[in-house]
């Protein structure tokens, strides 16, 4: 029988199968076996064809992250279409995946599966490998086990000072090894398996660390995501994040996990992964130089915490390393054009750049490469300028300022290094902070120089990411984002930086490799030398990636804490049943948003301070200022439409004790949370 048609049989027989479990209700068993064998039979054959060659591990993880892009895909549509999602759109989307990705394979020539020929004809080096895995592995657990060890249920600014000592140095320890690897174990899969323990070294601190949950933003995608698995739906639709949510529900769904802990733990494990993409790049003269050379530029902070941000990035950069190369072995576009297409779905505004520069690599044509350039940058100032007509979160534009030199000058600012404050591992970081850019950028402008084989690819990323740095300075500059609290006003631009440092990587990697290479013939005392300041860099980089207050940074936020937790459920208790608004910070915010979900609204207004630029916010910060009056809480009472409201506050604020004083002689009640970190103010308002 022909093996397209032994595909296609395969493929409906398990489509059909998944298809009557939803509709039968055969139970939860009988759904996740058909739903197993349909990823694991489809991600091996699918997987070959992907990557035309069947060894080794590759194919098959291909495989099943491309039908997990292309299924969270569907699932999005069908959402938008009106559809409730759970078990139906579940059958649906996997079976329409499989349908799909037979087609495709059905209207091409069959190709013989060929088996992987090094251009280096050296035998990986099994000893070296082993010296380099044993340490980094060992390292890996330290972390990991001081992470846990310590992890916490308190507000922390920071969690540095409470892990080891030998945190730092054990993180530094995993980059050390994948350069010793490059150097000396001739495999390219180890160098990746290392890159990927220090990506998972420092993204696996905060999910571990942080008992209660990590950041802002998460509590709130954590509300949505439980909306979507209880009901199948969200409503008011919004335009962003859906590619996450759906996909985040469907795993749970399928694996029987917490919904937390899945959402929790998906963008570090994502981010782990993706070092294996290096392994679709070309093969070089440098070996496993160039995929060491990733840890140089990789901003670690991006991925020490699920947002749909986040995923879009680690997606993003998955469909750019897809689609680099361009022999004739090169594998299927499909890969790239899932991955692409999933983090416009998760987050438009971060995935259209990565989106943009994807199609300019795919593209034979040289014309529509660079049109695909230039959108790279422009999309998202167009976007902003679209959305912001008639929204009503109103953006002030006023491009008079592209033109005024005081403009680029304030922009210009971003070049002076930053100040000696005689801190020695604060400044370090400060200036490893500062260098990464304009060391990517040369270096991605020196693999533009050297390499001719590859020169088309380097430039076209290059072009892209000075296409998005121009963009975010013209965003800075244009752009008033006045809705927002004053220190948040410029993140769109900065994101757009870093989505350039992104789109920079591959190429710097490429730059920073050739030079690497150099080592194998420098003396000894200058490759341990060289070895020892990558490592340092790395240390500093993963030091930054999460909250630190130190001389050169202090951390404007505090986690969320069991007493923030504690303080919610009190004011619950104690407004037995009637409504009310809270005056908070954004802790106790996220607090009530995890225990009660997205529970009230007056009109447009939350019944807690959510965002911090919202009217509500600014009613907090006066209740907690200088002079807290009746009438800030009258207005408080107004803005969430309740006779009953209650002030929060912490301990860490700034002027704790007398604020606290002052509020205990105006309020109806008081308690306090039972480690006395929080205290709860209770004003019965005649509105």
């Known amino acids: 029988m022909d093996q397209r048609i032994t595909a ?81 759109t579940d059958a649906w989307s996997l079976s329409l995946t499989l349908i799909l990705g037979q087609s495709l394979f059905s209207f091409q020539e069959e190709e013989e599966t060929r088996e992987d020929d090094d251009v280096s004809a050296e035998k990986p080096a099994y000893v070296w490998i082993v010296a380099a895995l044993i340490p980094a592995l060992i390292a890996f657990g330290f972390v990991l086990r001081a992470a846990s060890l310590n992890a916490t249920v308190d507000s922390i600014r920071t969690p540095w000072p409470l892990l080891p000592a030998g945190t730092l140095a054990a993180l530094a320890l995993i980059p050390l090894c994948a350069w010793l690897a490059a150097w000396k174990a001739k495999s390219r899969l180890t160098v990746a398996v290392l890159v990927g323990l220090a990506v998972a070294g420092v993204a696996m601190i905060a999910p571990l660390l942080y008992s209660v949950g990590y950041g802002f933003d998460g509590f709130l995608h954590v509300a949505s995501e439980k909306i979507v698995a209880e009901t199948g739906t969200l409503s008011p639709k919004p335009l ?212 001719s084989g590859r020169r088309k690819i380097w430039a076209l990323l290059l072009g892209s990411a000075i296409a998005c740095v121009v963009a975010g300075i013209m965003l800075r500059a244009a752009g008033d984002f006045a809705f927002l609290i004053d220190y948040e006003r410029g993140n769109y631009a900065d994101r757009l930086f870093l989505i350039a440092l992104f789109l920079l990587i591959p190429a710097a990697a490429a730059g920073a490799g050739r030079l690497l290479a150099l080592l194998e013939t420098a003396p000894a005392l200058s490759i341990v030398t060289i070895f020892i300041g990558l490592s340092a860099w790395h240390g500093a980089q993963a030091y930054a990636a999460l ?82 009056s009746l009438e800030i809480i009258r207005e408080a009472a107004r803005l969430g439409q309740s006779d009953l409201v209650y002030v929060v506050l912490n301990d860490y604020w700034w002027d704790a004790q007398r604020v606290g004083e002052d509020l205990s002689t105006i309020a109806d009640k008081e308690s306090t949370s039972s480690d006395g970190r929080v205290r709860m103010f209770r004003f019965e308002v005649k509105r």
């Open 240 to 451: 962003y994040y859906m590619g996450q949510y759906v996909f985040v529900t469907w795993l749970a769904r399928f694996i029987n996990l917490p919904l937390e802990l899945v959402d929790r733990f998906l963008v570090p494990v994502a981010a782990a992964l993706l070092p294996l993409l290096l392994l679709l790049t070309p093969k070089t003269e440098q070996r496993g130089w160039r995929d060491a050379a990733f840890l140089l530029f990789l901003p670690l902070a991006s991925f020490v915490a699920t947002t749909p941000q986040s995923l879009a990035y680690v997606c993003g950069l998955a469909a750019v390393l897809s689609a680099l190369d361009t022999s004739a072995r090169k594998p299927h576009p499909a890969i790239a054009l899932s991955f692409a297409a999933w983090s416009l779905t998760i987050h438009p505004l971060a995935g259209l750049p990565f989106a943009c520069a994807t199609l300019a690599l795919l593209t034979s044509r040289r014309i529509f490469s660079w049109i695909f350039v230039a959108a790279a940058g422009l999309a998202i100032p167009v976007s902003f300028l679209i959305i912001s007509r008639g929204a009503s979160t109103t953006i002030a534009w006023d491009f008079s300022r592209l033109i005024d030199v005081g403009t680029w000058m304030q922009s210009l600012s971003a070049l002076v290094p930053p100040r000696n404050r005689v801190a020695l591992w604060p400044d370090w970081t400060a200036i490893v902070l500062f260098l990464t850019f304009p060391v990517a950028l040369l270096s991605a402008s020196l693999a533009t120089w050297k390499d």
């Open 8 to 88: 296609w049989i395969v493929v409906l027989l398990t489509s059909g199968a998944m298809l009557g479990n939803a509709f039968f209700g055969t139970g939860p068993a009988f759904t996740r076996a058909a739903i197993a064998f349909a990823l694991l039979y489809h991600s091996v054959t699918f997987g070959a064809k992907l990557l035309q060659r069947k060894e080794g591990p590759a194919p098959f993880l291909l495989g099943l992250a491309v039908i997990l892009a292309a299924q969270s895909v569907f699932q999005v549509a069908f959402y938008y279409a009106g559809l409730r999602l759970g078990a139906w």
């Open 547 to 628: 909250p630190r207050h130190d001389a050169a940074n202090v951390s404007r936020g505090w986690s969320v804490g069991q007493s923030d937790i504690e303080a919610t459920r009190w004011i619950e208790q104690d407004a037995q049943g009637r409504v009310y608004t809270v005056l908070a910070n954004q802790s106790v915010s996220a607090a009530a948003v995890r225990e009660y979900g997205f529970k009230r609204y007056a009109g447009d207004v939350f019944y807690y301070p959510i965002p911090t630029g919202g009217p509500l916010y600014q009613a907090y910060l006066e209740a907690v200022g200088a002079e807290p």
